[in-house]
């Protein structure tokens, strides 16, 4: 019967009940959205990461993974032994010559990042046949800088920079693909040539860039790290792009607990004002037995059921849309793609729909109202049922 | 057979440093079946003296004895326990429960304080509607009632659990005549037939021409007592 009355109570204002829910249902809908497209993200950057970057583990001359960031264009001075290819023999993996150059077009330098790998093997690893959006394999520009450059298949262009031995060089190339990944980063400035012919404009014949699929054995790692190579796990050299978006995740997190708080102060604020109308409907329920622990519940019960209902509300609106979005995606603004070398991105934003995650939020919103009603049920237990009966 | 005794009670209220002495060391007694009024002029302690019956309030002084048992010294929980149990309250402003139905404001009071299963408890409440002539009613919410017909909930929900006492704080106070007469023809029946104690507090003659028993207060203190000693008023 207290459940009854609990439900009922909650209808008496309409109005004021579902700005209530209203409030509840938005925050909840706010954390839904928020995190599951963070979340997406996430995921998508780095299935897209390991499908065209990383593979599960990328080998470099140990020292060049924690120098990376800061000299990009040292990549020449870390070049791997020739003697890691017997150990590696058993594992899929790529090997690879990594550097930067630029491109120019007469007028303007294009920074670049030359991957120079065996067209078969890169293929086979990456499925770079699959992101083709124009041409062939062979000499492969990624789609922006195509676009930036205003080359097409078939199109001449200079490829300049500086050899392993310090000295400039130059290759005259001609477009035979256009790419397109779907990571920004990749797809930003990315040139894909032979192996052979990055050992040549470069004057080595090292590579100092291996991708890897599958689980390294200890041993393994052991003998890579004699020969001065260490194995980085694709987690860690997505690390960066992870914290950042952990961080936005953590953002929204704060975002929707200010919401949720307003929606605890919007409830609170409902509730009293319920004790204050029902005075002497709390005394007749005293004075009929009713015991301060159960007018208690009563309105903790009526908290509830408003979040139980605001809750689900925002759940089953932030889930659907969060769902569609995994489904669908949406594309990413236009100026992400120019943010998309600090802020992980890929080309279309999908979201990911994580039902329990989802219902602990939904739980949440409930535990929240819950509390929020702590405040006017004490109140409504300290009236006296002779005051407010008599009022 | 005595029901309640008052032994030398006090009720002092404190409204900052002034203090009211509601009640000044009054005792009596009320027998089992009684049909017993409180009554006095405004401000002259009969409410409080129900509600201190009712154990709706505490004792400044003194003792209070329901059915062979002291209710002075019960806490907060224990006298809630005793109301649900024992007491059944009918106000001057009905009072019943606006977001429940006839039904369920009698089906709360009965569930408060006994356990029956639903059949049990549909036969019990639908037998003491037909009793007070509002079954047709019992879908209704208090709102789509007459006064009247509120004070006959009032009515049913105090005596569904079968109570020691019935204690009614001016019940024709909101009453026309008429149903006032009614409501309290009522009462003096179920009274009659099922021996149920009612102790009134009011200043209305009609109630107090009906009551076998007339406690006259006057400031705190009793100024006299009547016993009717006609049979069936």
Avoid: W
Avoid at chain 1, 206 to 215: K, M, Q, S, T
């Amino acid at each position: 019967m207290i459940l009854k009355m609990a439900f009922r109570n909650i209808f008496r204002h309409r109005i004021r009940s579902v700005l209530t829910l209203a409030s509840l249902a938005f925050g909840i809908f706010f954390i839904i959205v928020g995190i599951g497209l963070n979340i997406g993200m996430e995921r998508r950057i780095i299935k897209i990461m390991r499908e065209t970057e990383t593979g599960d583990y990328k080998l470099y001359g140990k020292g060049y993974f924690k120098e990376k960031y800061e000299n990009i264009d040292d990549r020449l001075d870390y070049l791997i032994s020739k003697e890691v290819t017997p150990i590696l023999k058993k594992y899929d993996h790529s090997s690879r010559l990594v550097f930067s150059g630029v491109i120019t077009d007469g007028k303007y330098d294009y920074p670049v990042r030359v991957i120079g790998g065996d067209r078969e093997i890169e293929d086979s690893f990456f499925k770079r046949s699959s992101y083709l959006i124009h041409g062939s394999l062979g000499v492969v520009i990624s789609s922006t800088l195509a676009k930036d450059l205003n080359l097409q298949v078939g199109d001449p262009f200079v490829l300049m920079g500086t050899t392993a031995k310090e000295s400039l060089n130059a290759i005259d190339l001609v477009v035979t693909g256009i790419i397109k990944t779907g990571g920004l980063e990749f797809d930003l400035n990315t040139v894909l040539i032979d192996l052979k012919s990055a050992q040549e404009f470069a004057e080595t014949d090292h590579i100092n860039d291996i991708v890897l699929r599958g689980e390294i054995s200890p041993v393994d790692l052991s003998k890579l790290d004699e020969l001065g190579i260490e194995a980085i796990y694709y987690y860690d050299e997505l690390f960066d792009l992870i914290v950042i978006t952990k961080l936005k995740v953590k953002v929204v997190i704060i975002l929707s607990m200010i919401i949720l708080f307003m929606s605890g102060v919007g409830i609170v604020n409902t509730m009293l004002m319920a004790m204050l109308e029902r005075q002497k409907e709390i005394g007749i329920l005293m004075a009929n037995g009713l015991k301060p622990k159960e007018i208690m519940k009563l309105f903790l019960l009526e908290g509830s059921i408003l979040g139980g209902i605001g809750s689900s509300i925002g759940f089953i609106l932030g889930g659907s849309l969060v769902y569609y979005y995994e489904l669908v995606g949406i594309p990413t603004p236009s100026l992400a793609h120019e943010l998309s070398t600090t802020i992980p991105l890929s080309d279309r934003i999908y979201g990911y729909f994580d039902f329990k995650l989802n219902l602990l939020f939904l739980i949440f919103g409930i535990v929240i109202a819950a509390m929020a009603s702590f405040y006017p049920a004490y109140r409504a237990t300290q009236l006296n049922p002779i005051d407010v009966i008599r009022e | 057979m005595t029901i309640v005794e008052a032994k030398k009670i006090t009720k002092i209220y404190k409204h900052g440093k002034v203090e009211v002495k509601a009640i000044d060391n009054i005792n009596f007694k009320i027998d089992r079946g009684d049909f017993a009024v409180i009554a006095g002029p405004s401000g002259s302690g009969k409410t409080t003296i129900l509600n201190i019956i009712g154990a709706m309030d505490s004792l400044t002084q003194g003792n209070i004895i329901i059915n062979q048992k002291d209710i002075s010294a019960l806490n907060k929980d224990e006298r809630a326990d005793f109301r649900r149990d024992q007491i059944g309250f009918i106000f001057q402003n009905y009072n019943l429960i606006p977001v429940l139905t006839v039904y369920e404001n009698i089906e709360f009071a009965l569930d408060l304080c006994e356990k029956h299963t639903s059949i049990e408890k549909k036969d019990k409440i639908d037998n003491l509607l037909n009793e007070l002539g509002i079954f047709q009613l019992k879908d209704r919410r208090p709102s789509e009632l007459s006064g009247g017909q509120q004070q006959r909930v009032a009515i049913a929900r105090a005596l569904i659990k079968d109570p020691i006492l019935v204690l009614a704080d001016e019940p024709t106070a909101n009453l026309d005549t008429q149903t006032g007469k009614e409501v309290l023809d009522l009462m003096v029946k179920i009274n009659l037939e099922k021996k149920t104690t009612f102790i009134f507090s009011s200043h209305d003659v009609m109630i107090i021409e009906k009551a076998r028993r007339v406690i006259k207060i006057r400031d705190g203190k009793i100024e006299g007592e009547d016993y009717d000693t006609k049979d069936g008023f």
